[in-house]
């Protein structure tokens, strides 16, 4: 009787301890990411196949989009729980109305580190449209009116002494059908991250003609951002996801921007991407674009703050936001450091 009450009693043990990890096990947050497939999305791609988000108690859906202007929507909707890229007019004005924040800092143009290129179609750099100077009265192609497309475009303009109005702005939804225009020559011009530049570039279609970091400097290209809800009911997932987010950036740009994690660790790296970026293209393939577009991911999720006031002042210029925007409506500071 003695030895079977200490077997009992041991079972039960047991059987408490089993449901406490089950518990354990069945704890993780369920939260879905809006994500493109671009390498600039690395971080996210990175945390969740090292286990940095599972390890953080979240349990991880990507949900895929074509542009900036629909995550902000889906964002705000509460169909997705965290987004990452360009600022849009959309998305600041869904801040505006209290639904969504930017939260932090992702990709970043830095001086030695190969960033957005400018594009012209063979057909238009054949009739004169050399270099940025030359974009008068030529076309652009963006993907909504309010993207980070349309204000490269601006800033080109600006810079070049060109009145924003002879650039002809064409919106085409989406990224794919930029560059079926940008190749067919219906469009003249365009500019986009260097994992697709360069590919482009290489084609006969499409000519290189310059950058964009000599027109618009450490550009804050794209930032992470959630919900209003998340950051005043659950500033704790907030800080979470950043920082298991934070380590799959770290490991990024030491594999492929910093090259400081070895040869095998880039390796292993480019590897991981390609499950999510050209996955439909050979790995042989798609190794080469994915090395090449290696940005700066900012380090601890940190935000450029000047950078997102001037986008902020340009989309207020153009009256594609509400005039009482301000910085405050768009950016919860708390989580992240801004410089």
């Known amino acids: 009787m003695k030895v079977r009450r200490i077997l009992s009693s041991a079972l039960m043990g047991a059987a408490i301890l089993a449901g406490a990890f089950a518990t354990t096990a069945t704890a993780a947050e369920k939260i879905t990411v809006a994500a493109l497939r671009f390498t600039s999305h690395a971080a996210n791609f990175v945390a969740f196949e090292k286990g940095y988000f599972t390890q953080a108690g ?52 830095e001086d030695g580190i190969d960033g957005q290129m ?7 750099f054949d009739a004169g449209l050399k270099s940025p100077a030359d974009l008068a009265e030529h076309s652009f192609g963006v993907t909504t009116a309010g993207s980070s497309f349309h204000y490269m475009a601006h800033k080109i303009a600006d810079k070049e002494g060109i009145d924003r109005k002879q650039i002809k702005v064409r919106p085409l939804q989406k990224v794919g059908a930029v560059i079926g225009a940008l190749k067919s020559g219906q469009i003249d011009a365009w500019s986009i991250v260097p994992h697709i530049a360069k590919g482009l570039a290489k084609s006969p279609q499409v000519e290189l003609i310059g950058r964009v970091s000599e027109y618009v400097p450490d550009y804050q290209v794209t930032t992470i951002f959630t919900s209003t809800k998340n950051t005043t ?57 994915i090395r090449n577009g290696a940005m700066r991911l900012n380090e601890g999720a940190a935000l450029n703050m000047a950078s997102v006031a001037d986008q902020l002042d340009w989309f207020k210029s153009e009256k594609l936001v509400p005039t009482g925007v301000t910085m405050d409506k768009l950016v919860d500071t708390r989580f992240v450091e801004t410089f």
């Open 233 to 289: 009911d659950n500033p704790e997932l907030v800080k979470t996801f950043l920082g298991a987010y934070s380590k799959g950036a770290a490991d990024f740009n030491a594999a492929l921007v910093d090259k400081t994690a070895g040869e095998a660790a880039a390796e292993d790296m480019v590897k991981l991407i390609h499950k999510y970026v050209y996955a439909d293209r050979p790995y042989e393939k798609a190794a080469p674009s």
């Open 118 to 124: 400018i594009l012209a179609s063979k057909a238009a």
């Open 58 to 109: 979240l349990d991880v859906e990507f949900k895929f989009f074509q542009a900036a202007q629909p995550m902000a929507l889906a964002i705000a909707s509460g169909d997705v729980d965290f987004g990452l890229t360009a600022i849009s007019g959309g998305l600041i004005s869904l801040a505006d109305k209290g639904a969504i924040k930017v939260i932090g800092g992702a990709l970043q143009e």
